[in-house]
């Protein structure tokens, strides 16, 4: 059998074999490949088949006729075609026109060897066929189920983005309600300090209330000690009237009086005394409970103004916060438009896996029928008992 | 100084004022010139008799005055002390607390419990101050300047004490010293 023959069938099978294999390995556009190293293969099988039932047989049965009438016309009229044929599927005819029934048989043999031959890569062709129409099923289900996934993934990222708007949203009003908060920890301060203040007059009021309050206690001494001295002088003027007898009797009554007086004036300047003390006691225990209160509000302070401080990182942090969410949110837009178009290329990829099936299938048809084919050339062949093991 | 009433003469409902002198309460006699100096000023005199708290002076005349309790102490200069007498001739104690007026009980049956005998027994459901009281009276300086207690109308015990007989005495013990 010649090489030349079979170079160009073995070359386009191998290309389908490289295609099938890259296929294999993952390369979408390999089924492409492969349904082109199928095509040639076909086709130069059916070059090969075409062109050795268009010269072979008419040339074989007519030397079959003339070999079984025994005529003359043999010589003449199936030389020419013969030799022709022979010449047409690449065999030489003897140089001196001498065709003997050998070279014939030879033909015929080479013929049906190359019909074997095309049953042989017919088979090969089939079995590639149905290798890539599987590859190309799965790889129709893998492109669905990246379309679904990426669909997925684009509807989560427009998710996510949603969210982070919302985000957004919410870390804008976290914003300006820590601003407000701030705002109001700053009046809470100013008030607190004006209290402050207040507390400080008030406190400095109630000790100089004190002092007024223990000057009157000292001019109370100052009464009581009238009152006493006064109420000595009506005991003297008592003891006197009641020596004087009879005589100092009106006089008694008068000195009783001033007594009454002196010890009513003792007795109030007594109780005068007990309210300044009162007063004073007082004083001193309100400008102590003052002077706590500004302690508490030195504290309460202290504590709103550090409130205010962590208000203040809170609403920087807020702020970072919200700009990281926006970032968040725009990448995710992003995204999700890179997702659809990339849903947009899965879809055009099923389509084209699609398309790639269909033909894949049809050449299968195709294939099966070149199988048949094939088979009916060797069996035609094999009536000339041609075949190697026939 | 003036001689002492006699106690018969006193009037159920006479005015009198009484004092206390070392806690010992005395009722002083009706008519007699009295004056009360709470804070007088004393000077005490070197090498006087113990019961001399020091000499004072009242409007010019200048008056020894006697410390009976020798109640003072040393470096006080200002006692609470009570004339007894005109002014020439007074007699100046150093007192307890202010005099006050005191109306006397009438005068009952000698050694009956209700004119507080002093020299009677103690009742034994007598009050305890009325105890103190008594032997207060029993150690007076001069017994003799008692009268016999008397109760005014708060039930309290008060024993008439006789300037006169008190001024001897304490003239004689201050000659003797």
Do not use: Y
Not at chain 1, 88 to 98: E, Q, R, V
Not at chain 1, 148 to 154: D, G, I, N, T, V
Not at chain 2, 151 to 159: A, P, Y
């Amino acid at each position: 059998m010649s090489e030349r023959r079979v170079l160009l069938p073995g070359a386009a099978a191998l290309l389908a074999l490289v295609a099938l294999a890259v296929i294999v390995f993952g390369d979408p556009m390999a089924l492409r490949w492969l349904l082109a190293g199928l095509l040639a293969a076909a086709v130069a099988l059916a070059a090969l088949a075409a062109r050795a039932a268009a010269g072979v047989r008419p040339a074989a049965e007519r030397a079959f006729e003339a070999s079984a009438a025994d005529e003359p016309i043999f010589r003449e009229e199936l030389a020419g075609p013969i030799e022709a044929s022979l010449s047409a599927a690449g065999l030489t005819a003897p140089a001196d026109g001498a065709m003997p029934a050998a070279g014939l048989m030879q033909a015929l043999g080479t013929i049906a060897e190359v019909a074997q031959d095309v049953s042989q890569i017919s088979r090969s062709v089939r079995g590639q066929s149905d290798l890539a129409t599987r590859a190309a099923a799965r790889e129709q289900r893998e492109v669905a189920l990246a379309a679904r996934e990426l669909a997925a993934a684009a509807s989560a990222l427009l998710t996510v983005a949603g969210r982070a708007r919302e985000a957004d949203a919410l870390a804008g009003r976290a914003v300006q309600a820590t601003t407000a908060a701030v705002d109001i920890v700053g009046g809470t301060l100013d008030g607190i300090a004006q209290s402050r203040r207040l507390i400080h007059q008030t406190e400095k009021r109630i000790k100089r209330l004190g002092e007024r309050s223990q000057e009157i206690g000292e001019v109370v001494g100052i009464i009581q000690a009238i009152a006493e001295r006064t109420g000595i002088l009506a005991l003297n003027a008592s003891m006197h009237a009641a020596a004087a007898g009879d005589a100092g009797h009106s006089f008694a009554v008068v000195a009783d009086e001033v007594k009454r007086l002196s010890e009513s004036a003792r007795d109030s300047t007594a109780r005068i005394g007990r309210l300044v003390r009162s007063i004073q006691t007082e004083a001193h225990e309100t400008t102590l409970a003052m002077n706590h209160a500004i302690t508490q509000v030195v504290e309460i302070s202290r504590l709103a103004d550090e409130a205010g401080e962590q208000m203040r990182l809170t609403q920087q942090e807020t702020e970072a916060l919200a700009g990281e969410v926006r970032q968040i949110a725009a990448t995710s837009d992003e995204q999700a438009g890179v997702s659809s178009g990339l849903q947009e290329r899965a879809r055009v990829i099923q389509e084209a896996s699609t398309e790639t099936t269909r033909q894949l299938t049809a050449q299968n048809i195709e294939t099966r029928r070149l199988v048949e084919c094939a088979r009916q050339l060797v069996d035609e062949v094999g009536v000339f008992g041609t075949l190697p093991g026939r | 100084m003036h001689a002492p009433e006699p106690q018969a003469q006193d009037s159920p409902r006479t005015r009198r004022f009484g004092v206390r002198i070392d806690g010992l309460p005395v009722v002083l006699p009706e008519g007699l010139l009295l004056e009360f100096l709470p804070r007088a000023v004393v000077w005490r005199l070197p090498l006087a008799p113990a019961r001399v708290a020091g000499l004072m002076q009242l409007r010019g005349h200048p008056l020894p005055v006697f410390d009976i309790g020798r109640t003072i102490e040393p470096g006080h200069s200002h006692p609470a002390v009570l004339i007894i007498g005109e002014p020439a001739r007074a007699l100046a104690l150093i007192v307890d607390e202010a005099p006050q007026p005191v109306c006397l009980q009438p005068p009952g049956p000698p050694g009956s419990a209700a004119n507080g005998d002093a020299d009677a027994e103690p009742h034994a459901d007598a009050e305890p101050s009325d105890t103190l009281l008594r032997a207060l009276a029993g150690d007076f300086i001069c017994p003799e300047a008692l009268g016999d207690a008397r109760r005014d109308e708060s039930d309290r015990l008060w024993w008439p004490l006789d300037p006169a007989v008190l001024g001897a005495s304490l003239a004689n013990e201050t000659a003797d010293v």
